[in-house]
Every structure is written in structure tokens, then in C-alpha cells.
């Protein structure tokens, strides 16, 4: 079986910033750029191009909320669950979202569309609930609102 | 040609900025208008988003908030020349949530583009480093200490002491460090700054490089703020490229280079010794101190490591000298801070004010009251290791010595309201729960004693022995307090603590 990854990339990936000070979260972003995911398979070129043991790689990947070992939803939603989006009703919104899309936080839904992922605060404090599809960040999110943009994914 | 504005802001574009640019942009087209489309920072009146401004002879018109629906009726109503419609603000200077305020981090932001050099010369910026550059490196440090400047991440150190002790460390290998790591809820100061005004923050590190003698810097900026990266890597390539950066500063034959890095998405990196961590690739553990980053920091050398609003700070007291700056605010809180609104607020943005200010002026005269028109129940200021204030407590002064008197925090300005909705065993409960996610996981009783607060706080809320279980919580949260390593399980008891304090009728009380 072929892996799901480019590791041309991914060699590509490390050779550029292994000399870097500091440069394994550079090189972790990168490949999760490019490949969606950390697949575990990259984890000994990492290791061997920075002097680390696997296990401190690994420790790396699995200490950030943002690193994922395992391959995404198409689409990525995340909901901020934190102070200033509960204010104006995120805790609603987060039982909206879980039983509107059949699944719970930080997973994905059977069909392989959406992973809904807790966030805890994008800056947008002043205009919640917040929520995140990919990089773009929307403001106001009411359930009814939610569920307009997850028909827009759906249509895409 | 006119010129119009349309912000480039995270927030505004959450409620639709660019689909009001794009229109803007389509439309002029149509009617054969020639227009100036600068996509500025946001002037961070966010419950006026999308906030459009027009250049007209009598200064900036705004108009506000603006959605791409109501774009051809704009241009209608004639508000390329400025006429008032419904959406018409007047001018952007009068609106008086921005005329009362003091600002000084935030005077440039909406007003230029962020990433144009020249904008920002031309608006006052790189005045200070020009200043700085015919000083001696003490002399600027000196300059810092008699502005009264303090850490503006939470902490509020005295930053001139901190520069200090990095200067007087033997020529080596030195780092400055920005802490751009803003993850408590409730605050988007930092972010508004970088996606505003990135050249101050910019400056204020390259005049830190200056004072200390470190010729490298390093932006450790969180992974949630993907716009705030993109501005930041634009704005520094352009600094680079206008020779404010590098090995000849602005022809001073000084070095400084400086880099963006991104976190990902832990919490706890924004403590600094976590921070230093993650920079060097490795997993944010909190690292006990002494020794301290001043001495032995990033890659085990003397480092500089300050928050965004601090660094930039710098930027203006060069600019302006410290004298002005010491004159505003209160006692030893000297200068400005920018308070964010948030939550349950009808008008929230970012209000910065000299210090000494009370917070219920803040809330009602900036802030409107609620945006649900409830009555406040409780409010968190400090971010979420803040302590949760009743309404009877809002005419506390904002200042640092104030708030540390009332056992709370003023942190970094982040102010969340909530209406009488809120259940305060729940919020109590979410502190707890927070930690249990984002603890570094060193220190036991942060790691542990968090999923333990979780666990009483739900036996109280069935009612199971609740005297019993309020004494338990009490003395968890003195054990985290006292027994952990750093803020994240020391400042955990704070929320749930004024939180059964204030409203113990929320705990079966």
C-alpha cells in the first residue's frame, strides 16, 4: 500500500529547515500543511535529521492540541469554547453543533466531512460565538447561522 | 482619487469584510469610478465591523457597520463624497468610543496601511529608533526604567529591570523574544496591534536588540491567529527590504534580525519558560525558575522575552520620550492600557485608557451594558485565570495595585461580561476543566488537582455533602495556588474561588 503522503514533500520539508535553531515545530507545521495530518510514518526522517529520539518527536506531535497523528475531515470546524464566546451562548452552540453533525468534539463525522475540534479563544471576543473552517473565522455564530455555513460545505 | 478603507481584521472579516471590499471594488467598477482600495488594520470598534471609511476634504468619513447587501445603496446615497445615509457615522475622529480614549498603542491602528513602511513614517513610526540609534545601549535602558513600563502580558515586571539584567550579562549569544502567544479568552490586543500596526512591535524589539546587544528576535505568535502570521511575515519581508532590519539598520551599521515562529495551540506557552521551550522544538513544560530567561534563556542564553503590548510600547516612549509617557496613568501603573470588551457587550472593541479609569465607566459609557439588554451577573476580567467580579465590585479603579488589593488581576486587559443567564458553578467549573486541557503537566498539583476540582465541583452541583465538598474545593485551591510551578494551576483557584464567593447561590449556598 502507498502511503496517503507526498514523502518527496516531506523530505523536501525537512532538508529545508532541519538547520534551523528550534526547528522541529517549523518542520511539524509544514508537513501538516502539506499532508493534512503528522503521519506517524515521517516521525524517524524527523527524528534522524534533528540528533532526537523518535519518542521526543512523538512527544512533540501529541503534546499540541494543533498537531494531528491522524488523517482530517475533509473539512476542518472548529467552535471556541472559551469565557467570551460562553457569554453569548457557546455552550448552546457546542450541543447545536455535536448533535447537528451527529459527533462530539474532537472527532470526526462518519462520512469523513467534518472534524469538529474545541478551540479555546481565536481573538474574536468582542462579536461570539466564534467559529473557525479552516483559516477563516466567523463572527456571531448562532445555530441557525451554523448550520447555513455547514450547508455551504456540504454544496462544496 | 478617493480613497477607501475597508479593515483587514480578523473580526472584521468574521462579519464580512472582504465580501464588502469585493463589492465595493465591483460596484466602483460598474459606475465607471476610479477608487483607492486600502484594506487598513481595524480602528478595534468591533461592534461597528464592517466599519468603511472615505476621504473627503473634511477628513475620514465612516460608515459602519457596512454589509456587502448594502454596498449599491451606498454608493446611491453618494457616500463616495461623504453623505450622511443610514449607515453614516460622520467622522471616524468624532465617534466619541474613539474620541474619549488615550491611545497610544493603538494610535495608528486603523489609520494605515500595516504594511506599508512609509505609511507608518509618515504617521511617527521609526522616530524612536532613529533616537535610539545615537544612544549608548545603558542609556536606553535607562530611558525604559524612568518610563515606569511593566510587562503588559499579566504579570506587569518592571520591564526596565528585566533589559537590565540582560545587558549586564557578558557579550554573547542574546535574544529578544516576543511573546505573542495571546491565548486568554477575552483579550485581542495583540492581535489587533500585529494586524494593525506590525512596524511598532517591530520597532519596539529592534530597539530592545539595541539595549541589550542581542542581534537576534523571535515573534512566537499562536497558531489561531493565521492573519496576524500573514501580516507579521509581509511587514517584516518589508522592513527587511526598507533596511530597518538586518545587519545595517537604517545605515547604523547595527544588526538585528527578526523572525515569526508559530506556537500550536497550547495554552500554556504563553508562560514564558514554556514559551522558550517551545521555541527550541520541544514539547511547553514550564521550566522552574531560577535561573531566570534574563540569564539563562532561549538556548540557554540571556534572553529578553516580553509581551507584544510591552515591546511595542517601546516604540512611542522612544518616540515621545519617557516623561510623557510616565505622566499618564497612576502611581507605579504608569502609561496606558488597552482594555478589550468582551462577552455579552452590546459595543465591545478595544478601549485603551491611561490607568485608573473605573471599570464600571468602562463598561457603561464605552461598553453600553449587555448586548442581551440582561443585567450584568458577573464579570471576568484578566482572561481565564481572572477573577469573576459582581456587579457591586465594578467601581474598582483600573490599575494593577487596585486589583491586586481585591485579590483579583487586571492581566492583560481582557474584560468578559455576562448577563444574569450565567451559572457561576458552571464557569467555576470550566476553570477547573481548562487546566485539566492545557496544564503542561509537570507539577502535580496543577495536573491533578485541576481533574480533582472538576470532579467536587460536579459532586456539588448533585448537592452530595456539599458543606463537606465546599471545604475540599477550598483546600484544593489553596494547594494549587501555593504548590504549583508557574500561573496556569496558581491563578486556577482565582475564578472559582471569587466565583463561590461572590455567588454562593450558584453553589447550593
Known amino acids: 500500500m502507498t502511503p496517503a503522503f507526498d514523502k518527496a514533500a516531506i523530505d523536501d520539508i525537512i532538508n529545508q529547515h532541519k538547520n534551523l535553531p528550534g526547528a522541529l515545530l517549523p518542520i511539524l507545521h509544514d508537513i501538516q500543511h502539506t499532508a493534512g495530518y503528522v503521519p506517524a510514518e515521517t516521525v524517524p526522517a524527523i527524528a534522524t535529521a534533528l540528533s532526537l529520539s523518535r519518542a521526543e518527536v512523538h512527544g512533540v506531535i501529541s503534546f499540541y492540541h494543533h498537531f494531528h497523528s491522524e488523517p482530517m475531515g475533509k473539512h476542518t470546524v472548529q467552535i471556541c469554547r472559551a469565557e467570551a464566546c460562553q457569554a453569548v451562548g457557546a455552550r448552546e452552540l457546542e450541543q447545536h453543533a455535536t448533535s447537528k453533525l451527529a459527533t462530539q468534539l474532537g472527532n470526526t463525522t462518519a462520512d469523513g466531512a467534518v472534524s469538529l475540534e474545541p478551540v479555546y479563544c481565536l481573538g474574536n471576543c468582542a462579536c461570539g460565538p466564534s467559529v473557525q473552517i479552516g483559516d477563516e473565522v466567523h463572527a456571531r455564530v448562532t445555530p441557525e447561522r451554523f448550520d447555513t455555513l455547514i450547508s455551504a460545505l456540504e454544496a462544496k | ?509
Request: proline fraction near 4%; include cysteine.
Open chain 2, 1 to 509: 482619487m478617493i480613497t477607501v478603507y475597508v479593515p483587514r481584521d480578523t473580526t472584521a472579516c468574521a462579519l464580512g469584510a472582504d465580501a464588502v471590499a469585493e463589492a465595493i471594488s465591483a460596484e466602483a467598477a460598474k459606475r465607471n469610478i476610479e477608487l483607492n482600495l486600502v484594506r487598513n488594520g481595524s480602528r478595534g470598534l468591533f461592534w461597528l465591523e464592517t466599519l468603511v471609511e472615505v476621504t473627503t476634504d473634511k477628513g475620514r468619513m465612516a460608515f459602519g457597520p457596512v454589509n456587502a447587501t448594502d454596498v449599491s445603496t451606498l454608493f446611491d446615497a453618494g457616500f463616495l463624497e461623504g453623505e450622511d445615509g443610514d449607515l453614516a457615522l460622520g467622522l471616524t475622529e468624532d465617534i466619541p468610543y474613539l474620541k474619549n480614549q488615550q491611545r497610544v498603542n493603538f494610535v495608528r491602528a486603523g489609520i494605515t496601511d500595516p504594511l506599508s513602511v512609509d505609511d507608518y513614517k509618515a504617521h511617527g513610526g521609526y522616530a524612536g529608533l532613529t533616537r535610539a540609534l545615537a544612544m549608548q545601549p545603558q542609556a536606553i535602558v535607562d530611558e525604559v526604567k524612568e518610563s515606569g513600563l511593566r510587562g503588559r502580558g499579566g504579570a506587569a515586571f518592571p520591564a526596565g529591570i528585566k533589559w537590565q539584567t540582560v545587558h549586564d550579562t557578558p557579550p554573547q549569544q542574546k535574544y529578544i523574544v516576543c511573546n505573542a502567544d495571546e491565548g486568554d479568552s477575552g483579550t485581542f490586543a495583540d492581535r489587533l496591534l500585529m494586524e494593525a500596526d506590525p512596524l511598532q512591535l517591530i520597532e519596539g524589539m529592534t530597539i530592545a536588540g539595541l539595549a541589550v546587544g542581542a542581534t537576534q528576535g523571535y515573534i512566537y505568535l499562536r497558531s489561531e491567529y493565521p492573519k496576524a502570521h500573514d501580516v507579521l511575515k509581509t511587514a517584516l519581508a518589508n522592513a527587511y527590504a526598507a533596511g530597518y532590519l538586518g545587519d545595517n539598520i537604517a545605515g547604523s551599521g547595527k544588526h538585528f534580525d527578526l523572525e515569526v515562529r508559530l506556537g500550536a495551540g497550547a495554552y500554556i506557552c504563553g508562560e514564558e519558560t514554556s514559551l522558550l521551550d517551545s521555541l527550541e522544538g520541544k514539547r511547553g513544560m514550564v521550566r522552574s525558575k531560577p535561573p531566570l530567561p534574563a540569564i539563562v534563556g532561549l538556548f540557554g542564553q540571556p534572553t529578553v522575552i516580553n509581551n507584544v503590548l510591552t515591546l511595542a510600547s517601546v516604540s512611542s516612549i522612544f518616540e515621545k520620550g519617557a516623561a510623557h509617557y510616565k505622566d499618564l496613568g497612576v502611581g507605579r501603573s504608569t502609561g496606558t492600557l488597552p482594555m478589550q470588551l468582551a462577552g455579552n457587550i452590546k459595543r465591545g472593541g478595544i478601549v485603551e485608557l491611561a490607568f485608573g479609569s473605573s471599570l464600571r465607566s468602562l463598561l457603561e459609557d464605552f461598553g453600553g451594558g449587555t448586548l442581551s439588554g440582561k443585567a450584568i451577573k458577573a464579570v471576568q476580567v484578566g482572561g481565564p485565570l481572572g477573577a469573576y467580579l459582581p456587579e457591586s465590585a465594578l467601581d474598582i479603579s483600573l490599575d494593577y495595585e487596585s486589583f491586586a488589593a481585591a485579590k483579583a488581576m487586571l492581566g492583560h486587559g481582557g474584560v468578559v461580561v455576562f448577563d444574569d443567564s450565567a451559572d457561576m458553578l458552571e464557569q467555576a467549573r470550566f476553570a477547573m476543566e481548562f487546566c485539566v486541557v492545557e496544564s503542561c503537566g509537570k507539577c502535580t498539583p496543577c495536573r491533578v488537582g485541576s481533574t480533582r476540582g472538576v470532579e467536587v465541583i460536579d459532586k456539588i452541583r448533585e448537592g452530595k455533602q456539599l458543606d463537606d465538598n465546599l471545604i475540599l474545593l477550598e483546600d484544593l485551591c489553596e494547594t494549587m495556588e501555593y504548590g504549583s510551578l508557574c500561573a496556569m494551576g496558581g491563578l486556577t483557584p482565582f475564578p472559582v474561588r471569587s466565583a463561590i464567593k461572590h455567588f454562593p447561590e450558584d453553589f447550593g449556598g
